[in-house]
C-alpha cells in the first residue's frame, strides 16, 4: 500500500510519515520546502530506519506531478501542503488561494487521471471562525473568518463536488484543531520560521532564550482567567488520526469531515504554567491588546471522529509541554541547528 504525502516534509506531515512507515506504509514526500527544510525528511528516516522518496516539487507545476504519479504505483494521497499563516494570508491573498486552491486542483486532476481516489486532507477548524457555541460538532455552520480558512472552505466544497460528480471518491476532510507536541525522540518537531505566530512555539522559544517574553494577547475574554481557550492536541495524536482516516477512506466511499481535537479547551495561562512545571523554566510574559480576528473559546467535539474512525487522542498536555521542550531544547535553531544535540538511538 503506497501513500503519497503532500508537504511531507512539514510539521504535522513528518510525524504523519513516521507513524505510516512505522505501521507498514510505502511512502512517497512531494514538498517544495517553502516552509520546511530537507533535513527533516532525512529525520524521518533516522527515527524510523526506513527509506522513502522524496520528490522536490511543487503542486502548481501540474506536469511535475502528473510525472511522479506515472513513475510511482499511488493507491491513496495525504494531502498536507498548503501555506498556513492567518496574518499573512491577509496580506497576500492571491498568494495563498493560488497556492492552497490551485494546487489542491492540480492534485485532484491528476489523481483523477490515475484512477487515485482516495485523499485524506488537512483542513482546519479555523474554517468555523467564531463558533456560537462550544463545543464544535462538524455541523457547525463554516464561516471562515480570512483568506488562509476560506481557502480550506473551498477547498472543503470542491472536493464535496468532486465526489457528487463521481461517487468512486472517497474522501476524508481533518478538521485540526490546534496541534503542538513533538515526536518523542526529539528529533522532529513544529520549525517555525521567523518570529512563530503560534502560541506554544512562541513559549518554547521563550522558555530556551531565543525570546524575551511571551506576550499574551488579551486578558478580558470571558473565561475562567480571561485568556483564550483552545483544544490543542499532540501532533503524534493527530498522525494517528490520519492513519485511521486512511483505513476508512480504503474501506468505504464518501465525502466527511471529521473534528480532530481532544474536546477539552485550556487558556493561554494554563498553557504556559504546564509548561513552566514541565520545563522548570519560568516564561515571563505581558498582557497585550487582543489579538484581530481570536476568539475567546474554541474546542471541538471529537465524537464523530471516534465513533466513524475509532480515534480519539490520548495525550494531555503535560504530554504535549515535554515533547515540545524535548525538541526545542535539542534543536534550538530547529533544523538548521547545526549538530544534533544529544541524539537518541533507536
Ligand atoms: P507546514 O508548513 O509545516 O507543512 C506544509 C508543507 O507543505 C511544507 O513543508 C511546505 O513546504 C509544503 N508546501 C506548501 N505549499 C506547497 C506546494 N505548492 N507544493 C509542495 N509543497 C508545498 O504546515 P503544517 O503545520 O504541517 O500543516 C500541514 C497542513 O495542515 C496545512 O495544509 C495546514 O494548513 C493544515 N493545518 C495546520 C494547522 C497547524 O496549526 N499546524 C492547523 C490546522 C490545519
Ligand atoms: C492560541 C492562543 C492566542 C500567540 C491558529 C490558526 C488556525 C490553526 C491553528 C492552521 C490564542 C494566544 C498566541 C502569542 C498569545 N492553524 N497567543 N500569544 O489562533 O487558535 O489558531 O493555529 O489552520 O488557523 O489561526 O492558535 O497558537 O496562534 O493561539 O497569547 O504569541 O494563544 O491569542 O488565544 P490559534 P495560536
Known amino acids: 500500500m503506497a501513500v503519497l504525502v503532500t508537504g511531507g516534509a512539514g510539521y504535522i ?39 522513502f522518496k522524496t520528490y522536490h516539487a511543487d503542486l502548481l507545476d501540474k506536469d511535475r506531478v502528473e510525472a511522479i504519479f506515472f513513475e510511482n504505483k499511488i493507491d491513496a494521497v495525504i494531502h498536507f501542503a498548503g501555506l498556513k499563516a492567518v496574518g499573512e494570508s491577509v496580506a497576500v491573498p492571491l498568494k495563498y488561494y493560488q497556492n492552497n486552491v490551485t ?30 457555541q462550544v463545543p464544535i460538532d462538524e455541523n457547525t455552520k463554516l464561516n471562515a473568518l480570512n483568506p488562509y480558512g476560506r481557502t480550506k472552505k473551498i477547498i472543503e466544497e470542491i472536493l464535496h463536488d468532486i465526489y457528487r460528480s463521481d461517487q468512486t471518491w472517497n474522501i476524508a476532510i481533518l478538521r485540526y484543531f490546534n496541534p ?20 506554544m512555539p512562541y513559549i518554547s522559544q521563550v522558555a530556551v532564550g531565543k525570546r524575551e517574553q511571551l506576550t499574551i494577547f488579551g486578558k478580558d475574554y470571558p473565561t475562567m482567567d480571561g485568556t483564550g481557550i ?13 492513519l485511521s482516516a486512511l483505513e476508512k ?58 465513533n466513524e474512525l475509532g480515534w480519539q487522542a490520548t495525550r494531555g498536555i503535560h504530554k504535549m509541554c515535554e515533547d515540545t521542550w524535548r525538541w526545542q531544547q535539542k534543536n534550538p535553531n530547529g533544523y538548521t ?10
Open 103 to 132: 494546487g489542491t486542483m492540480n492534485l485532484c486532476e491528476v489523481m483523477k487521471q490515475h484512477g487515485v481516489k482516495n485523499l485524506v486532507f488537512s483542513s482546519s477548524a479555523t474554517v468555523y471562525g467564531t463558533p456560537d
Open 249 to 306: 477512506v480504503q474501506s468505504s466511499g464518501g465525502v466527511e469531515a471529521y473534528n480532530l481535537g481532544t474536546g477539552k479547551g485550556y487558556s493561554v495561562l494554563q498553557m504556559v504554567e504546564a509548561f513552566e512545571e514541565v520545563s522548570e523554566k519560568t516564561i515571563p510574559y505581558k498582557i497585550a491588546e487582543r489579538r484581530a480576528g481570536d476568539t475567546a473559546i474554541c474546542f471541538a467535539n471529537p465524537t464523530k471522529a471516534k
Open 337 to 346: 541547528t547545526t549538530e544534533y544535540q544529544n541524539p537518541v538511538h533507536n
Open 180 to 199: 503542538i507536541g513533538a515526536h518523542p525522540s526529539g528529533y522532529i518537531g513544529e520549525d517555525p520560521s521567523g518570529i512563530p505566530n503560534n502560541l
Open 13 to 51: 506531515g513528518t510525524h504523519t510519515c513516521v507513524e505510516l512507515l512505522t505501521k507498514g506504509y510505502e511512502i512517497i514526500v512531494i514538498d517544495n520546502f517553502c516552509n520546511s527544510n530537507p533535513e527533516a525528511v532525512k529525520r524521518v528516516s533516522k527515527i524510523t530506519g526506513k527509506d
Open 230 to 242: 483552545r483544544d490543542y492536541i499532540h501532533v503524534m495524536d493527530l498522525a494517528t488520526g490520519h
